[in-house]
């Protein structure tokens, strides 16, 4: 990494540190288009399912999905989180962690922690077991915002889900608050 | 198990103001947590570290988007049919959904409409668990089947 200052969260997530006015100036960057390193695959699609308890045979079942205007098995828009790699260790980063390639890390802002406020997910074709999938990012914008848990900044970054064939299928806008931590009222514990 | 028949719900049933079937889940074991951040490849400790997410000011840990957004998947797909796609699903997170939480997803149609032969729905959205309604509330646009 540069001389650019970075904090490193407990979860080891690394956060490029600046101020507001540095951030400010990174809305509407867009990122490369970088393919998944994981395509999408029937253990995925099961998997996320699962976590929800979601019975729609789609999911399960090719042969329900041949039944279909789909003609085989879908993915839940969800699985696209699970085409990123996992990040939590890789031998790479014995020496240095490196920055987590996500603007919502990357733009230089005060704030060393994150909590998702806002989503949108819009699928204009779903994606199936097999497809590899292409991503691009691009800062939407950044609001100064405090809430409970801190002072910081609400982030939004709109991502874009392509698969091989390059048909947008997927995108993704999240608004992600940014704050320093320690600096908010926190909620009562729960019991 | 033998599969169940296709059944989509057809756009002349769809009624203003209809309430869809709501869909439940829990109360969440903080086993169920470990298991979305595993299943999520997210393993932000918010989502599985009580002592984290507290030092955080959090109450306890929660769940992430992703869920929430399955959750409204799976409200709208099991009531639209598999021949429907949700278009867009968006949604505002209030109230941090927290470990021993039960959680319903319900909708209520508010509009339909036929653009470039698309068959759309939208409806209201939102999250109630068992001491607060609407902790999550949102929008969604579905397209029927043909």
Redesign the interface.
């Known amino acids: 990494m540069s001389s650019e200052v970075h904090e490193t969260d407990p979860a080891g997530y690394v956060y490029r540190i600046g101020t507001e006015e540095e951030g400010m100036q990174w809305i509407g960057r867009e990122s490369a288009s970088i393919e998944q390193p994981y395509p999408i695959d029937v253990e995925h699609i099961e998997h996320f399912a699962e976590g929800i308890q979601d019975p729609n045979p789609l999911y399960w079942s090719e042969e329900f999905g041949r039944q279909t205007r789909w003609g085989g098995r879908i993915a839940p828009w969800g699985v696209i989180v699970l085409t990123a790699e996992h990040k939590v260790w890789r031998p790479q980063w014995m020496d240095q962690r490196p920055e987590t390639g996500t603007f919502f890390m990357t733009v230089p802002l005060p704030g060393n922690r994150l909590l998702a406020t806002n989503y949108e997910i819009e699928c204009f074709a779903p994606l199936r077991p097999g497809d590899r999938v292409l991503k691009t990012e691009r800062l939407e914008s950044i609001v100064p915002k405090t809430f409970r848990v801190g002072v910081g900044h609400q982030v939004t970054v709109k991502a874009f889900f392509r698969n091989q064939n390059g048909e947008l299928c997927i995108t993704d806008s999240r608004t992600v608050f940014r704050y320093r931590s320690g600096t908010g009222a926190g909620y009562e514990v729960a019991h | 198990m033998p599969?169940?028949p296709?059944i989509d719900t057809r756009y002349d049933e769809v009624e203003i103001g209809q309430e869809i079937p709501a869909i439940g889940?829990g109360p969440l074991s903080h086993t169920?947590f470990v298991?979305?951040a595993?299943?999520?490849?997210?393993?932000?400790?918010?989502h599985h570290d009580v002592e984290?997410a507290?030092e955080?000011?959090?109450?306890?840990i929660f769940m992430?988007?992703?869920?929430?957004?399955?959750?409204f998947?799976?409200l709208l797909?099991?009531w639209a049919g598999?021949?429907a796609?949700?278009?867009?699903?968006?949604?505002?997170?209030g109230r941090?959904i927290?470990?021993f939480d039960t959680v319903h997803a319900r909708g209520v149609v508010t509009g339909k409409r036929i653009e470039n032969d698309l068959k759309m729905v939208d409806l209201d959205i939102w999250l109630d668990k068992q001491d607060a309604d609407k902790v999550t509330v949102g929008t969604a646009v579905v397209v029927l089947?043909?």
């Open positions: 599969l169940p296709v889940i169920q298991f979305i595993s299943s999520h490849h997210d393993w932000y400790p918010a984290y507290r955080q000011g959090l109450p306890d992430n988007a992703t869920w929430q957004h399955g959750m998947q799976r797909c099991a598999p021949n796609i949700p278009r867009r699903i968006a949604y505002r997170m941090p927290v470990r089947a043909a």
